[in-house]
T-cell receptor, first 113, second 113 residues
């Protein structure tokens, strides 16, 4: 069965500095991996997805993630944080295309002016 | 284009009361699902449906019922509310089970006293 571990429950960065949100996964097959973002009192929005194509995946709002099979990781990065990036971020795995999504417990990103 | 609409946005119930959380989508999506979000737990799948007339249980189905009489609507029923069901509930839809992204509603915040 698949699982996902987000290594930090809370990350705080200064505006204009890099963002790193860490995610490790466990999967019996070739996984599909996703990052979703949730702004306060809102639903979730897909940031980016990996589905066995390029290992470096670019998403919306300047975010990107790199799939590293040897490390079973799918960390989310952004070169320069903006105040509007403050939100909850979820790493999500699916073993094959038609199995339910499994969500990590989330990482809350705070951006300090 | 409304996307996924959840009603109500907020609800307070007493233990033992019943209620239905409504979810409607206007994208002609076959796959719909219900999640609950609890602090530090991420999102957990309650029930899902791969099309009208077809539903199945997710990770945490106890205490909840669903039905799917139309493509557009996927209501979630609490038959006898318990304090453990205090949570934020999200409905999501996608073209099919494998499709991403899933489109999320803005959530229903439910408190049970």
């Amino acid at each position: 069965a698949q699982s996902v571990t987000q290594l930090d429950s809370h990350v705080s960065v200064s505006e204009g500095t890099p963002v790193l949100l860490r995610c490790n996964y466990s999967s019996s097959y070739s996984p599909s991996l996703f990052w979703y973002v949730q702004h306060p009192n809102k639903g979730l929005q897909l940031l980016l997805k990996y589905t066995s194509a390029a290992t470096l995946v670019k998403g919306i709002n300047g975010f990107e993630a790199e799939f590293k099979k040897s490390e079973t990781s799918f960390h989310l990065t952004k070169p320069s944080a903006h105040m509007s990036d403050a939100a909850e971020y979820f790493c999500v795995v699916s073993d094959v295309g038609n199995t339910p999504l499994v969500f990590g417990k989330g990482t809350r990103l705070s951006v300090i002016a | 284009n409304a996307g996924v609409t959840q009603t109500p946005k907020f609800q307070v119930l007493k233990t033992g009361q019943s209620m239905t959380l409504q979810c409607a989508q206007d994208m002609n999506h076959e796959y719909m699902s219900w999640y609950r979000q609890d602090p530090g737990m991420g999102l957990r799948l309650i029930h899902y449906s791969v099309g009208a007339g077809i539903t199945d249980q997710g990770e945490v189905p106890n205490g909840y019922n669903v039905s799917r009489s139309t493509t557009e609507d996927f209501p979630l029923r609490l038959l006898s509310a318990a304090p453990s069901q205090t949570s934020v509930y999200f409905c999501a839809s996608s073209r099919d089970r494998a499709a991403q992204p899933q489109h999320f509603g803005d959530g229903t915040r439910l408190s049970i006293l």
